[in-house]
Every structure is written in C-alpha cells, then in structure tokens.
C-alpha cells in the first residue's frame, strides 16, 4: 500500500471517527437504543477505513468533485485531487419494491421511446428508510441525515444558468429515497490478457436473458463486457443473475456506493447518479403474495442446462472482480 493509500485511509477513518465522536458528546447516539445486532453493524461502518457513513454529519465538508470530463465528475476525499479515488458512502437501507429493475436485465426493451442499446442498461433500484424491522429498524433515525448530506453533495457543483438539476434524490409513492445504479456493461479493455479476455467472453455469451433478447445480447457482446452487479447474501456468496429479483427486491441492505456527476449540455441537465460498490443483504426480504391465477413472468426457464451454466461462469465472473 502507498503513502497516498495510507493518507486516504486515515482520512476515511477520521471523518467516520467524527460521528462517534460528535454521538458521545451530545448523550443522543441514533443507535443507542436499537438491538445489539443493529448497533453493532452501525459502528462497523462508522469505524471502517474503506467507506465514509453516509449519515456523517456536515459530510459535503470533506469532499468535492473531480473533474472528469466525458467520463463524469465524480465525488472524492477533499484535497485527494492527485490521488483520485472514489469518495465512497455507507448506509443501512431497504430497497423498495417498487421502482425495482435490478433484474439480469435491467427492464431493457428493445424497442424502448429512447432508442438506448442493451450496451447502456443499468440495473436501478431506489433505497428507502426502513420501514419495519425489529433489528435494523432504529437507522431509519439516520436516514434524513443521509438524504441531506447527498443533497448537500449535489450542490457543490453549481448549476449553470438555464440548466436542472436531475438528483439521485426522489419521491417514491410519497417516500424519499436514493437510487442506486450499476452499469450493466462496461466496454472491452484491449489491455487485458488472453485468460481474462476468454473468461469475459464466455460470462457475457452466458449471461441470462429472454430469448427476445438475445440479439440484443450478441450486439452489445461485439463491443462490451457484462459486469454482475457486486451483490451477496448475507453469508458473503455472490448472488447468481437469476436470483437478483428474489433476493434482493424488499430486502434489507448494506450499501457501499459512489456519486457520480454529468452535465448534458444539449438538454441543459446537471445529472447525479450513484453507482453501487457493494450490495449485502442482511435480512432477506419477506415473500409478496402470489396470485395463484397468474403464471410466472421470467420468460425463462430456470432450470434449464442454458441457465445453470450462467450461475457458474457469472458467479465465476463475480469471484475475480472482487480479487
């Protein structure tokens, strides 16, 4: 690890340290009261070296924006401008049902009002304050917090004249929340060796979509590579493609994510996006009712050879990202 890797460690745990710190003083810990279990997994975010809690108080404080040009602005440490690393944010939240398109394929639709390509699919989800758990239930005291520090991180980019804000921040059937995002593709490197480049290919030929799109899988495979979303259970297993619907939607997570900024200046929009690091379920969501009278609507077998090769060569995939 570099001296710069060190210094931006220590700033990490410094401003994490603060809300500890600030807690202590005041005697009105937001987690005081709320099960061992809860608290617990609160103070491991506050204390940790690789996040910042995103209910750190006065957090727009300690970063700002690099620069990036085509490729985006993106939040950072301040004063981190010559080592840039992304300024990444924890929180405890549930994703809500609605609004849920983190399925393997993201709501694509071919003949889509935007003209997009599978190739510019990103899963999306929104994050809500939780509404009923006993366990993790006490955070939902940090979520304003979380909402106002991301807002307050939107506004250190100043708006040109003529142009709006397009927030990361929302109204869901009357609850706030944040959406989270991750690129379904991510372009081909031709700087990668010959054993990446095969394990690539095949994890994106074997990736699960409906046969409709299958075509549109070819296409984007000719210039892309598919990137699994980073989520896993709650033993730390890579959730498979097929099973990102099931498990997550409802769920109760841990969210590790960065800001991002876009400015579009033909539709005059100053655009916020998140984009997840690492998803973690800690309470798996409860089942929705059925209607018994209604078939499934995957698409999709399964249980079919197709797909059990996808969970293998995907989880695969998954397993050397996070190396």
């Keep these: 690890m570099s001296a710069s890797d060190d210094s931006n460690l220590m700033s ?19 987690v005081a009261n709320a ?11 506050k204390e940790s070296a690789v996040a910042v809690y995103a209910a750190t108080p006065n957090l727009a404080a300690q970063a700002e924006f690099f620069f990036g040009g085509a490729t985006g602005d ?35 639709l071919p003949k889509n009002t ?38 307050a991180l939107e506004k250190i980019i100043a708006l040109k004249k003529g142009e709006t804000l397009v927030s990361c921040v929302h109204e869901s059937h009357g609850l706030l929340c944040v959406c989270l995002s991750h690129a379904l593709f991510t372009k081909k490197d031709d700087g990668d060796d010959t054993d990446t480049i095969a394990h690539n290919e095949n994890a994106t030929a074997a990736w699960p979509v409906q046969n409709h799109l299958k075509e549109a899988l070819e296409r984007a495979a000719s210039t892309h590579y598919v990137s699994p979303l980073p989520a896993f259970d709650a033993n ?9 619907h099931r498990m997550l939607c409802g769920a109760i997570v841990q969210v590790h994510f960065a800001l991002f900024h876009y400015s579009i200046k033909g539709d005059k929009k100053s655009i916020f996006v998140t984009a997840a690091c690492e998803i973690r379920i800690l309470c798996a969501p409860l089942l929705a009712p059925r209607n018994p009278l209604k078939r499934g609507g995957l698409g999709y077998d399964m249980s079919t050879t ?3 090769k996808a969970r293998l060569v995907c989880l695969s995939l998954l397993c050397m990202v996070q190396i």
Aim: charged letters at 20%; proline letters at 3%.
């Design 35 to 45: 099960a061992p279990k809860c608290s617990s997994m609160v103070e491991k975010l």
């Design 74 to 108: 993106v939040a950072i440490l301040k004063g981190k401008v010559d080592d840039v690393s992304e300024l990444v944010l924890s929180g405890v939240f549930e994703i809500d049902r609605q609004g849920f398109f983190m399925g393997a394929e993201g709501g694509y």
């Design 306 to 308: 197709a797909n059990k």
């Design 236 to 244: 730390g297993v890579a959730i498979h493609p097929v099973d990102y």
């Design 114 to 151: 935007f003209s997009h390509d599978f190739v510019d699919t990103k899963l999306t989800c929104n994050l809500v304050a939780i509404q009923r758990n006993a366990v993790y239930g006490s955070t939902k005291d940090n979520f304003p917090l979380i909402i106002s520090n991301i807002r």
């Design 12 to 30: 990490i745990t410094s401003i994490n340290a603060s809300v500890s710190g600030l807690a202590d003083e005041s005697g009105s810990d937001l």
